[in-house]
């Protein structure tokens, strides 16, 4: 696809961190990866077609899966997909857990393996 000249503007903080993952696997930049949801969620939004319907009855959870042709069943599985990320890269697992008295593990700045206490203290783990 052609590029095409771009706009500034601002993007929620989880769809940013959302999309440079999810486009890292999919080869794409941040900003082409809002841009690919945006057009996604565009073309979705315009079309009235019963296969948009069907889709959307699948993605909010009143139909099923096996009632989508397989480039409807694409579609849907890209838009639960997308909204699992968003959920994913906002979600705080680490804080909640030792919140609730867990130990977790995390990676530092420097890609060491680090062991975090319910109280906060930090330890590197062994290679």
Known sequence: MAKSASTPTRVAADIAATAASVGQSENRTMAEQINYWTRLGMHLDRSTTAECR??????????????????????????????????????????????????????????????????????????
């Open 54 to 127: 069907r889709v959307q009855s699948v993605i909010t959870g009143h139909d099923q899966f096996s009632s989508l042709s397989a480039t409807e069943r694409a579609v849907a599985h890209t838009s639960v997909d997308t909204a699992i990320a968003a959920r994913i890269a906002a979600a705080r697992f680490g804080p909640d857990a030792r919140k609730a008295g867990h130990i977790t593990v995390s990676i530092d700045d420097d890609g060491n393996l680090i062991e975090i206490a319910p109280d906060g203290t930090r330890q590197q783990l062994a290679t």
